[in-house]
């Protein structure tokens, strides 16, 4: 039976080739007005590239697009640029956002469409406008901040206004709650459901099938650059997505022996970070133990961990092994500390690079001897630390900018794995990774620990901080107010603490 739904994107037998290896194969999708669409897969399923083709920023090698015209008729069009796929109604918020930062939030939004008033830049208008925007999606923030300052959640809501705005009938979201607090993905929720019902054709890529559950009308399925199932609301749940995104179960870890009588590693003794409250922060990780830093954005957990690592000045002692660490973060990497940061674009990758010298980086830097570097060391590492991580694609030449999101954080997470640290930081470790990917990852960081290293991290995802802390400590504007053992704490529990409430039995502040 036809959907009452009018389609106003049709994609036919799409496919895309990159240097003779096949990135999408066939792909065939209806996107309707007035329906979500969720896309989902593995890192490296061929779905940003899709997206990308959908929204012009490429072009298929084959196959073709065709967009309705005002009275529903579909035609075939050729989208040369971003520009073109906003003149045809489309609209894509990117995994890596791309804001402009050295111009203002409502500069940024309206980038090349800026209103004007007798040939010059209405800012009074552009700041007013954008401030409607940014209200919509829950953003109480001035429209001449400039975007270099904001959080990367921060960041991800003004891409999302900035779609919004150009009022597209289709209107494409990558990834968009991957920094995301839940109090703030509801919000995006709503919006999605509200430009439904206004009859936008929402496309919505996530790695968290619960919001997928939520919200899709239909899901289509990817893997390995091919559609492996399409599925309208009713006819999937979670074990079926991830049989067909992954072609396997999911096998669930083990829960790990608790450290208590470990030696500590890591000690943090009145550590006073960037955070605006400037309150002290003692904690302590011992070796071989897994501990989890949960909190609302804003909390304090980036700061705490950027203070640890040496990327910002902080008051108070951090110890490692019974050693103060001191100097920048430079030194602290040579005593053992790594850290694997939230923006991983920003700060944790050199994109224009191979991936080989990304991967390497680390251990060249602790086992070169006069400035030699021992190239065929290298490459035995490089080759290791691909099939270790399960790159895709298997290719150290390729430059990193070209790898999915989650192959670029399985790239930085690799760099610090191959050097053995004594403490590892993670600052949001899967943020936009598959539940796949995610799984090796985790599986990673526990073998890690295994060998006597320290790891504290810090993640949004309280389903990720329960799979993978021994123990979790709570944090609420600049401070931990709890700590919960893994198998004792509950989402609800952690989320009490984290909202300002008052810690109860079986946790301490």
Known sequence: MRSEHPTLLRVCGVGRRYAGVTALAEIDVEVRGGEVLAIVGENGAGKSTLLKILSGVVQPSEGRLEVADAKGA????ELDGARDATR????????????????????????????SRFGWLDRTRMRDEARQWLTRVGLSIDPSTLCGTLPIAQRQLVEIAKALSTQSRVVILDEPTSSLTARETDRLLEIMDELRRDGVAVVFVSHH????????????????????GELKRGAFDRALLEQLMVGRSLATAERRERRESAQVRLAVDGVVGAHRRRRAVSLQVRA???????????????????AIAGVTRHEGRVQLDGAELVGDAFARVRRGVSVVPEDRARHGLFLEDPVAMNLSLAWIDRNSRSRLVDTRGETGLVGRLVARMQLRPAQPSRRVQTLSGGNQ???????????????LLLDEPTRGVDVGARAEIHAEVR??????????FASSELEEVLLLADRILVMHEGAIVGELLAHEATELAIMHLATG?????????
Request: no cysteine; proline share 2%; charged share 25%.
């Open 74 to 77: 579909l035609h075939a069009v």
């Open 88 to 115: 045809a109604g489309i609209a894509l918020v990117h995994q890596e956002l791309n804001l402009a930062e050295n111009l203002d939030v409502a500069g940024s939004i309206f980038l090349g469409r800026e209103p």
């Open 409 to 423: 954080q399985k790239a930085v997470i690799g760099r610090w794995l191959a050097v053995d640290p004594s403490v």
């Open 501 to 509: 409430g008052r810690a109860v039995e079986g946790t301490h502040a």
């Open 209 to 228: 099938l619960d919001e997928v559950l939520r919200i899709a009308d239909s899901v289509v399925v990817l893997r390995d650059g091919r559609k492996t």
């Open 447 to 456: 073998r890690l620990a295994d060998t006597g290293s320290a790891v504290l």
């Open 288 to 306: 071989g133990e897994i501990v989890g830093l949960a909190g609302l954005v804003g909390a304090g957990r980036t700061e705490l961990l950027e």
